[in-house]
T-cell receptor, first 115, second 111 residues
Framework: DGGITQSPKYLFRKEGQNVTLSCEQNLNHDAMYWYRQDPGQGLRLIYYSQIVNDFQKGDIAEGYSVSREKKESFPLTVTSAQKNPTAFYLC??????????????FGEGSRLTVL | AQSVTQPDIHITVSEGASLELRCNYSYGATPYLFWYVQSPGQGLQLLLKYFSGDTLVQGIKGFEAEFKRSQSSFNLRKPSVHWSDAAEYFCAVNQGGKLIFGQGTELSVKP
């Protein structure tokens, strides 16, 4: 079945360590997104990519980095510079630009806890 | 910049009662509007969307929403709530291919 796979589902790390969250999609979607979710704050956009080898910062990019070397993959690295990394992270994708109405398809999320 | 406001952080309704979740947006032109639902620890699932045309849109799981341009609103409704509807609901508007989300409304359902 087509979909978006995020891994790992749960991740624990010590302060000061970089961690990388995986996001893979087999929907043939051009655009991919990373959102951060905190209780009572909705979803905030971290980074997005409309096409391979290109990405843009969202509203809260500081302390995060991404790459988009393949259409199917959009990994997110939470660096030690991120002051409060404990959160639920959601990856999403959207159809090719010509068919893009803004609808997003979401993975099941990764919960990162920094100890 | 566009924004989305969901005035109710938490709503509790009895099973079988009707439901209305409020959403207001700020946008100059006709927006693309969405409602998503999220079960605990899960990703978001699209309930319904509005692009143009009929202002009353039907979605999955018996939900509907009405776009009211004069009120800048896109409220979500369901005539009879089921216990399985307990979840968090997010309204969103499309801004240049990106979705801007409201803060969410958590729905609890009493037996």
């Amino acid at each position: 079945d087509g979909g978006i796979t995020q891994s790992p589902k749960y991740l624990f790390r010590k302060e000061g360590q970089n961690v990388t969250l995986s996001c893979e999609q087999n929907l043939n979607h051009d655009a991919m997104y990373w959102y951060r979710q905190d209780p009572g704050q909705g979803l905030r956009l971290i980074y997005y990519s409309q096409i391979v080898n290109d990405f843009q910062k969202g509203d809260i990019a500081e302390g995060y980095s991404v790459s988009r070397e393949k259409k199917e993959s959009f990994p997110l690295t939470v660096t030690s510079a991120q002051k409060n990394p404990t959160a639920f992270y959601l990856c999403a994708s959207s159809p090719p630009f010509y068919a893009n109405t803004g609808e997003l398809f979401f993975g099941e999320g990764s919960r990162l806890t920094v100890l | 910049a566009q924004s989305v406001t969901q005035p109710d952080i938490h709503i509790t309704v009895s099973e079988g009662a009707s439901l209305e979740l409020r959403c207001n947006y700020s946008y100059g032109a006709t927006p693309y509007l969405f409602w998503y639902v999220q079960s605990p620890g899960q990703g978001l699932q699209l309930l319904l969307k509005y692009f143009s045309g009929d202002t009353l849109v039907q979605g999955i799981k018996g939900f509907e929403a009405e776009f009211k341009r004069s009120q800048s609103s896109f409220n979500l409704r369901k005539p009879s709530v089921h216990w399985s509807d307990a979840a968090e609901y997010f309204c969103a508007v499309n801004q240049g291919g990106k979705l801007i989300f409201g803060q969410g409304t958590e729905l609890s359902v009493k037996p």
